[in-house]
Protein backbone atom coordinates (compact mmCIF):
# COMPACT_ATOMS: atom_id res chain seq x y z
CA UNK A 1 0.00 0.00 0.00
CA UNK A 2 1.27 3.22 -1.03
CA UNK A 3 0.70 6.61 0.73
CA UNK A 4 -2.10 8.39 0.46
CA UNK A 5 -2.25 11.35 -2.24
CA UNK A 6 -4.07 14.32 -1.67
CA UNK A 7 -6.66 14.98 -4.96
CA UNK A 8 -7.95 18.82 -5.75
CA UNK A 9 -10.81 19.09 -7.39
CA UNK A 10 -12.16 22.83 -7.15
CA UNK A 11 -12.34 24.39 -3.90
CA UNK A 12 -12.55 20.35 -2.31
CA UNK A 13 -9.20 18.56 -1.20
CA UNK A 14 -9.94 14.38 -0.15
CA UNK A 15 -6.69 11.96 0.39
CA UNK A 16 -6.96 8.74 -1.80
CA UNK A 17 -5.31 5.45 -1.62
CA UNK A 18 -5.92 2.08 -1.95
CA UNK A 19 -7.60 0.77 1.00
CA UNK A 20 -5.21 -0.88 3.26
CA UNK A 21 -7.50 -4.68 3.31
CA UNK A 22 -7.73 -5.09 -0.09
CA UNK A 23 -5.96 -2.98 -2.79
CA UNK A 24 -8.38 -3.48 -5.41
CA UNK A 25 -10.30 -0.79 -3.64
CA UNK A 26 -9.79 2.90 -2.91
CA UNK A 27 -10.15 4.82 0.15
CA UNK A 28 -11.08 8.38 0.55
CA UNK A 29 -10.46 10.45 3.30
CA UNK A 30 -12.15 14.14 3.59
CA UNK A 31 -10.22 16.91 5.46
CA UNK A 32 -11.16 17.97 8.58
CA UNK A 33 -13.94 20.33 8.79
CA UNK A 34 -13.98 20.19 4.55
CA UNK A 35 -17.10 17.88 3.68
CA UNK A 36 -16.79 17.61 0.02
CA UNK A 37 -19.74 18.69 -2.98
CA UNK A 38 -21.43 15.51 -4.48
CA UNK A 39 -20.26 17.05 -7.80
CA UNK A 40 -16.98 16.63 -6.58
CA UNK A 41 -17.57 12.99 -5.46
CA UNK A 42 -18.25 11.66 -8.76
CA UNK A 43 -15.05 13.40 -10.14
CA UNK A 44 -13.21 11.69 -8.04
CA UNK A 45 -15.05 8.24 -8.50
CA UNK A 46 -14.00 8.46 -12.22
CA UNK A 47 -10.60 9.25 -11.44
CA UNK A 48 -10.17 5.81 -9.65
CA UNK A 49 -11.98 3.97 -12.21
CA UNK A 50 -9.85 5.22 -14.49
CA UNK A 51 -7.13 3.56 -12.33
CA UNK A 52 -9.07 0.21 -11.96
CA UNK A 53 -10.51 0.57 -8.65
CA UNK A 54 -13.47 -1.74 -8.26
CA UNK A 55 -15.11 0.50 -5.94
CA UNK A 56 -14.86 3.04 -2.53
CA UNK A 57 -14.59 2.98 0.56
CA UNK A 58 -14.40 5.68 2.86
CA UNK A 59 -12.97 7.00 6.38
CA UNK A 60 -15.46 6.38 9.46
CA UNK A 61 -17.45 9.49 9.12
CA UNK A 62 -19.79 11.25 11.42
CA UNK A 63 -23.48 12.53 10.90
CA UNK A 64 -22.87 15.39 9.66
CA UNK A 65 -20.25 14.20 7.13
CA UNK A 66 -22.45 11.52 5.30
CA UNK A 67 -25.13 13.44 2.87
CA UNK A 68 -23.15 14.57 0.04
CA UNK A 69 -21.79 11.18 0.00
CA UNK A 70 -24.82 9.43 0.19
CA UNK A 71 -25.95 12.29 -2.19
CA UNK A 72 -23.42 11.01 -4.58
CA UNK A 73 -23.97 7.23 -5.10
CA UNK A 74 -22.67 5.87 -1.59
CA UNK A 75 -24.58 3.51 0.82
CA UNK A 76 -23.45 2.30 4.38
CA UNK A 77 -20.60 -0.28 4.39
CA UNK A 78 -19.91 -0.97 8.15
CA UNK A 79 -21.38 0.94 11.37
CA UNK A 80 -19.03 1.73 14.27
CA UNK A 81 -19.70 2.40 17.92
CA UNK A 82 -17.97 5.61 18.80
CA UNK A 83 -16.66 5.39 22.68
CA UNK A 84 -15.24 8.32 24.49
CA UNK A 85 -13.55 8.77 28.32
CA UNK A 86 -13.15 11.37 30.28
CA UNK A 87 -9.55 10.54 31.34
CA UNK A 88 -11.10 10.97 35.19
CA UNK A 89 -10.84 8.19 37.48
CA UNK A 90 -8.51 5.99 35.80
CA UNK A 91 -7.95 2.32 36.80
CA UNK A 92 -4.91 1.50 37.77
CA UNK A 93 -1.78 0.46 35.63
CA UNK A 94 -1.06 -3.57 36.00
CA UNK A 95 2.18 -5.02 37.60
CA UNK A 96 3.45 -5.74 34.15
CA UNK A 97 4.76 -2.41 32.70
CA UNK A 98 4.20 -2.21 28.29
CA UNK A 99 7.50 -1.30 26.01
CA UNK A 100 8.08 0.92 23.29
CA UNK A 101 7.46 -0.68 20.30
CA UNK A 102 9.93 0.82 17.97
CA UNK A 103 11.37 -0.28 14.18
CA UNK A 104 13.03 -3.61 15.46
CA UNK A 105 9.69 -5.26 16.74
CA UNK A 106 7.54 -3.83 13.92
CA UNK A 107 7.89 -7.87 12.63
CA UNK A 108 6.20 -9.19 15.09
CA UNK A 109 3.34 -6.13 15.56
CA UNK A 110 2.54 -7.29 11.91
CA UNK A 111 2.28 -10.99 12.37
CA UNK A 112 -0.17 -9.96 14.99
CA UNK A 113 -1.98 -8.14 13.41
CA UNK A 114 -2.06 -10.43 10.90
CA UNK A 115 -3.67 -13.37 13.04
CA UNK A 116 -5.73 -10.86 15.00
CA UNK A 117 -8.16 -8.71 12.54
CA UNK A 118 -9.70 -10.18 9.54
CA UNK A 119 -7.73 -9.11 5.83
CA UNK A 120 -10.24 -5.97 5.60
CA UNK A 121 -9.16 -4.63 8.44
CA UNK A 122 -5.49 -5.99 8.77
CA UNK A 123 -2.20 -3.13 8.69
CA UNK A 124 0.79 -3.77 6.78
CA UNK A 125 4.06 -1.85 7.24
CA UNK A 126 2.76 1.22 5.70
CA UNK A 127 -0.45 1.08 7.55
CA UNK A 128 1.25 0.96 10.95
CA UNK A 129 3.17 3.90 9.07
CA UNK A 130 0.32 6.08 8.83
CA UNK A 131 -1.19 5.20 11.95
CA UNK A 132 1.88 6.65 13.92
CA UNK A 133 1.60 9.51 11.77
CA UNK A 134 -1.96 10.61 12.25
CA UNK A 135 -1.69 12.81 15.28
CA UNK A 136 0.84 15.35 16.29
CA UNK A 137 1.96 12.98 19.37
CA UNK A 138 1.60 8.89 19.09
CA UNK A 139 2.64 6.08 21.48
CA UNK A 140 3.64 2.62 20.30
CA UNK A 141 3.72 0.27 22.84
CA UNK A 142 3.54 -3.80 23.01
CA UNK A 143 2.94 -6.07 25.56
CA UNK A 144 5.57 -8.31 25.95
CA UNK A 145 5.59 -12.23 27.79
CA UNK A 146 8.12 -15.06 28.31
CA UNK A 147 7.18 -16.17 24.42
CA UNK A 148 7.70 -12.53 23.60
CA UNK A 149 5.71 -9.49 22.08
CA UNK A 150 1.95 -10.77 22.18
CA UNK A 151 -0.13 -7.45 21.77
CA UNK A 152 0.63 -3.97 21.20
CA UNK A 153 -1.65 -0.44 20.83
CA UNK A 154 -0.90 2.40 18.80
CA UNK A 155 -2.33 5.85 20.76
CA UNK A 156 -2.19 9.57 19.63
CA UNK A 157 -2.78 12.91 20.74
CA UNK A 158 -4.09 16.58 18.65
CA UNK A 159 -4.59 19.32 20.45
CA UNK A 160 -6.63 18.17 24.07
CA UNK A 161 -8.35 14.98 22.40
CA UNK A 162 -6.33 11.43 22.64
CA UNK A 163 -6.97 8.54 19.95
CA UNK A 164 -6.93 4.62 20.96
CA UNK A 165 -6.01 4.44 17.32
CA UNK A 166 -4.82 0.38 16.81
CA UNK A 167 -5.25 -2.28 19.39
CA UNK A 168 -4.44 -6.13 18.98
CA UNK A 169 -3.88 -9.60 21.07
CA UNK A 170 -2.24 -12.35 19.81
CA UNK A 171 -5.19 -14.89 19.68
CA UNK A 172 -3.24 -17.42 21.63
CA UNK A 173 -3.59 -15.23 24.51
CA UNK A 174 -6.53 -13.32 24.15
CA UNK A 175 -8.59 -13.42 27.56
CA UNK A 176 -5.57 -13.12 29.89
CA UNK A 177 -5.77 -9.05 30.07
CA UNK A 178 -2.96 -8.06 27.80
CA UNK A 179 -6.03 -5.91 25.80
CA UNK A 180 -6.71 -4.36 29.32
CA UNK A 181 -3.08 -3.21 29.76
CA UNK A 182 -2.63 -1.90 26.82
CA UNK A 183 -5.83 0.19 26.72
CA UNK A 184 -5.09 1.54 30.57
CA UNK A 185 -1.61 2.26 29.53
CA UNK A 186 -2.47 4.42 27.05
CA UNK A 187 -5.68 6.52 29.06
CA UNK A 188 -2.78 7.10 32.08
CA UNK A 189 0.08 8.71 29.11
CA UNK A 190 -2.91 10.53 27.25
CA UNK A 191 -3.96 12.51 30.95
CA UNK A 192 0.07 12.42 31.34
CA UNK A 193 0.17 14.55 28.47
CA UNK A 194 -2.79 17.29 28.69
CA UNK A 195 -5.75 15.11 26.66
CA UNK A 196 -8.84 15.59 28.38
CA UNK A 197 -10.93 13.09 26.56
CA UNK A 198 -10.24 9.67 24.44
CA UNK A 199 -11.86 8.45 21.77
CA UNK A 200 -12.38 4.77 20.14
CA UNK A 201 -14.21 3.12 17.57
CA UNK A 202 -15.14 -0.54 16.94
CA UNK A 203 -17.25 -2.06 14.61
CA UNK A 204 -20.92 -2.66 16.00
CA UNK A 205 -20.88 -6.17 15.93
CA UNK A 206 -17.80 -6.70 18.01
CA UNK A 207 -19.59 -7.11 21.49
CA UNK A 208 -16.07 -8.39 22.99
CA UNK A 209 -14.44 -5.25 22.14
CA UNK A 210 -17.25 -2.57 23.08
CA UNK A 211 -17.18 -4.95 26.49
CA UNK A 212 -13.51 -4.19 26.76
CA UNK A 213 -14.10 -0.30 26.58
CA UNK A 214 -16.57 -0.08 28.88
CA UNK A 215 -14.88 -1.91 31.60
CA UNK A 216 -12.15 0.61 31.21
CA UNK A 217 -14.43 3.48 31.37
CA UNK A 218 -15.42 4.77 28.02
CA UNK A 219 -18.98 5.67 26.96
CA UNK A 220 -20.60 4.84 24.35
CA UNK A 221 -21.57 7.37 22.13
CA UNK A 222 -25.51 8.27 20.96
CA UNK A 223 -23.94 8.72 17.66
CA UNK A 224 -21.65 6.27 16.13
CA UNK A 225 -19.70 6.53 13.14
CA UNK A 226 -20.15 4.99 9.15
CA UNK A 227 -17.49 3.70 6.55
CA UNK A 228 -19.43 4.49 3.22
CA UNK A 229 -18.69 2.31 -0.07
CA UNK A 230 -19.85 3.05 -3.68
CA UNK A 231 -19.52 0.23 -6.15
CA UNK A 232 -17.41 1.20 -9.18
CA UNK A 233 -18.24 -1.63 -10.94
CA UNK A 234 -21.84 -2.76 -11.62
CA UNK A 235 -22.69 -5.04 -8.79
CA UNK A 236 -19.89 -5.65 -6.82
CA UNK A 237 -20.11 -5.46 -3.25
CA UNK A 238 -16.86 -6.02 -0.96
CA UNK A 239 -16.98 -9.02 2.02
CA UNK A 240 -18.13 -7.30 4.95
CA UNK A 241 -15.65 -8.02 8.22
CA UNK A 242 -16.48 -10.27 10.73
CA UNK A 243 -16.23 -9.05 14.28
CA UNK A 244 -12.53 -9.54 15.54
CA UNK A 245 -12.28 -12.00 18.36
CA UNK A 246 -9.82 -10.52 20.97
CA UNK A 247 -9.12 -7.45 19.53
CA UNK A 248 -10.04 -4.03 18.73
CA UNK A 249 -10.82 -2.57 15.45
CA UNK A 250 -10.23 1.15 15.05
CA UNK A 251 -9.74 1.35 11.20
CA UNK A 252 -9.84 5.32 10.92
CA UNK A 253 -6.65 7.10 12.08
CA UNK A 254 -6.13 10.24 11.25
CA UNK A 255 -8.16 13.65 12.37
CA UNK A 256 -11.72 13.77 10.62
CA UNK A 257 -13.72 16.16 11.36
CA UNK A 258 -12.70 16.72 15.10
CA UNK A 259 -14.16 13.08 16.04
CA UNK A 260 -11.99 10.07 15.31
CA UNK A 261 -8.85 9.07 13.45
CA UNK A 262 -8.98 8.35 9.89
CA UNK A 263 -5.70 6.59 7.93
CA UNK A 264 -3.73 8.17 5.62
CA UNK A 265 -6.87 4.62 9.11
CA UNK A 266 -7.64 2.89 10.75
CA UNK A 267 -8.69 1.14 8.91
Same mark, same amino acid.
Given at each position: ? &?????? %???P??????????D %?????????????P???????????????????I???????????? /????? /??? %?? *??????????????? =??V?? &???????? =??????? +??A /????? &???????? +???????????????????????A???????????????? *??????? #?? =????V???? %????????????V?T???? *????G?? +???? /????????????????D =????? &?????????????????? #?T?????PT?
Amino acid at each position: M &RRLEMM %HIGPDRLRVGAWRGD %HRYAYVVPLPGLTPASSTLDRVAAELAGRGYLGILTAALGPAELDP /FLAGG /FTP %HE *RLHLLRHDLSGLPPV =GTVPT &RRAGRRRL =GAVLAID +EAA /FDPFW &RFDRLGID +EARRATPFTRFRVHTADAGIDGYAISGRANDVAYLQRLAV *RPDRQGL #GI =GRALVVDAL %HWAARRGATSMLVNTQEVN *RRALGLY +ERAG /FLLQDQGLTVLWRPLVD =GHVPD &RARPTIGATTTPDLGPVS #GTVPATGPTP
